[in-house]
């Protein structure tokens, strides 16, 4: 049965488990899982998955985002933590997936992906209307992650995020995008009665 997260969020888990009796060593994949906040006193937890996900100077920088972020969404199933995200909002309007990462044995079974979906169904309700996150270049299964869920590559170029495009130019220092990475993006579809930017009534009165 669907359970609830501490923060009220969606909890999932609708896997299939295929033959039977074969699954060792890991949670079967067929029990719900849930995504929950993960408060700073227990990220500790998310550091064996952490050491799987990444090596050398990512292993250091995201084990320090870990403890340091604002907030850390983890996967559960029967009290093991399976997965995580590292969300931060770069500004009011732009959200950031710093990191997410799933346990080598728990990957391929649509847990990265819930935990996009549940960093997504975060962003957008608190008013978010870009989100970008990075991969290097060679990671495929990040990069395809991702565009699963809509992001495209950001061109180094193009126009900026408040002017319609994906353009990221001032928060890439911030993002710590780096050579060899390639920085993806995603727009949000404009609820029908959002205001437009720079159209409030005050600023539409007597001109
Ligand atoms: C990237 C990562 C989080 C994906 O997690 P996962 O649980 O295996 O992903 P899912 O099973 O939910 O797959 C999500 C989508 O990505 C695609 N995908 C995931 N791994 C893939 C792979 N190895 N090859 C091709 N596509 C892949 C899936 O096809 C799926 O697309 P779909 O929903 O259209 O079918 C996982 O591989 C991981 O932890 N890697 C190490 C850490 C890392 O590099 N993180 C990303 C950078 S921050």
Redesign the pocket.
Known sequence: MPRVGSAGYLVVGALTLRGSGAWRGFVPPDAPFAIVDLPRAARDRAVPVLK???VGIYRWHAKRKLFESETVRAATKSGELL?FSILERLLPEVGY??????GAQ??????????LDDALGRFRADGVDVVY?A?EEE????I??FR?RGFRTVDRHETGWREGGLGATGLRTRMMVVSGEVLMGLRFPRQPDAPTPGSSPSASAGS
């Open positions: 799987e996900g990444f997965g997936v710093y990191y997410i990462a799933v728990s990957r391929r079974r649509g847990l990265g992906g819930r935990l996150a991969a990671n495929h299964p990040s395809a992650l699963s």
